[in-house]
């Protein structure tokens, strides 16, 4: 198994893009459960044995194998380096970020553009760096890639397997299995445990690391999870990555937790779905009405339908390439909070404000002309509605007070660039006179709205954020927009200075939320939905987690051939 090395490198830029594949290389859903033909046939004999359950279980992870070279979803693998204190357990001291497209077609491939502020030039990475050159933590993205594979050449040849109980996995009954590599099977096999569901015997659970005897190589712990996204289909969804051990051999020591997560497996076609659903015929009409309503758009129309047009075409791109949601019930609540700001304020904002998701874990907000864009991660920290408010509305002051989009991008050829260049091509970030004016303006608006004597809890928001800053650079260090936090100033200071004070062991007061307990994705549509369960009672301080990183616990489903195609989705422990 020629596995990708999770190791130390020395200090690059802090977010990474993968280059993108081109389009005939995606996988037709008709087709995507067998992209190179049917199942074995093996796969669908009598199962009576342990020995006949592992000999499915390898056909099966060999078809899985086939499978993943069909998809090219998004990866974000997002990390944070962490410190124990003696109050508050292991904290954040520093973070790292990912985000790249999936390709196991040849091997994982590491091809990342460095990317610093909101420009990118593309390198490539060296994927086998010297032991002299493991003077800083850093850590190899196509490594942390490399856990939603259990081996590239699974074999009973190379492992010993043994029993260990059924188990439910939400509703998914699982064979737990222990599995070792066998004596000599070389450097790279798995190393650990695997859920196995007890139908078609599909690995849906990994948990463990990889062996290695070299001074070289160094592999980490990792807990991955598939999900079954449609009949017969179960892909990687997200993996959970811990360590908190010295290493010997490359004599570091390594604390941290990392999560990765893929979505987008069928963008291509989750596009084109609706393409023609929205066309019209209407009855003929008289070509000599010249009513109002056919008349030719006055200036001010114009002017207003070709910023429209150039706001448009962002979003269309930016949700073709999977970093902006489908509209869906999420945007529906956003919608409600920009609603009650407009009514209550009188405000008559054409053409109507809209507000989408960007799917990406880094905090940011930022307006694209007349749509208010919130990232996922964002979403997921805010602790009530009257935060939600606050960010939106910063954000609909710029559109308020007139703070215009470049209409280059109405010019549909503008769009036409690969994806790794689109941080670099799309720039939403306002100066710092604009930023200003528009948390004045926003504080004007949120007086007026019923959130008005709730915004105590926002300005904690912002004083748990400034207090975090520091150590999570990656978290707040937007992609399109402009940062929460620039050094010691923050977004809606005004809010912060009063707020009530920050204090960290008191159980009832929650400024953030861990990251994840918000929103779940569905990584098969690239849709979204609020996470719906119940609030977990804290016992302790250390269970508040403000923007932390927590492991995956996700509800499993099975989807049926004959059901809805509805992936089961995940919301971390809590």
Known sequence: MRSVRVAALPLFAFLFLLSTWASSQQTDPATAAAPNGPAPAAISGPVSTFDDVIGRVVEREHYFNQQIRGFHPLIETYIQNLKDTDEMGAVPVSDQYFLGRLDVANGIEDRFSNHAGHHALLSKLN???????????????????????????????????TYVRREFLGEIRCLVIDVQPKKGAGDGRFVGR?????????????????????????????????????????????VYSEESDDHARVGQHFHFKAQSRLWGYDLEHAASNDAFTEILVDPSQSVHDQSPATQDATPVESERLWEREAEDNVVERLQKIGLIAPNGEVDKVMQTVVNNLIFTNNLNIQPEVRTRVLLTTP???????????LSRGLLD??????????VLAHELGHIVLGHQLDTKTAFNDRMFFADQETFERLDFARDPAQE????????ELLSNSPYKDKLGNAGLF??????????LRNLIRPHMGSSLAEGKAIRMSSLLNAAPALEVKKTDQIAALPLGGRVRLDPWTSRIELVKTKAVALTTPQEKMPFEITPFFPYMARISSTGPEKVALTAPAK
């Open 436 to 443: 200003e004016a528009a948390d004045t303006k926003a504080v």
């Open 194 to 238: 695997i859920w196995v569901e007890d139908q078609d015997y599909n690995v849906v659970r990994t948990n463990g690391t990889y062996s290695s005897r070299s001074h070289r190589d160094q592999y980490f712990h990792f807990d991955s999870w598939r999900l079954n996204m449609r009949a017969g289909l179960w892909m990687p969804a997200y």
């Open 363 to 373: 905090l940011e907000s930022f307006a694209i002309g007349h749509t208010i864009v």
């Open 127 to 161: 994927v086998a760096p010297k032991l002299s050159e493991l003077y800083a933590t850093r850590f190899l993205p196509g490594g942390f890639a490399q856990m939603v594979l259990l081996d590239e050449d699974f074999q009973r040849a190379y492992y010993n397997f």
């Open 381 to 390: 920290v805010l602790p009530d509605e009257a935060s939600l408010a606050m």
């Open 462 to 471: 912002l004083r748990s954020l400034q207090a975090h800053a520091p150590e």
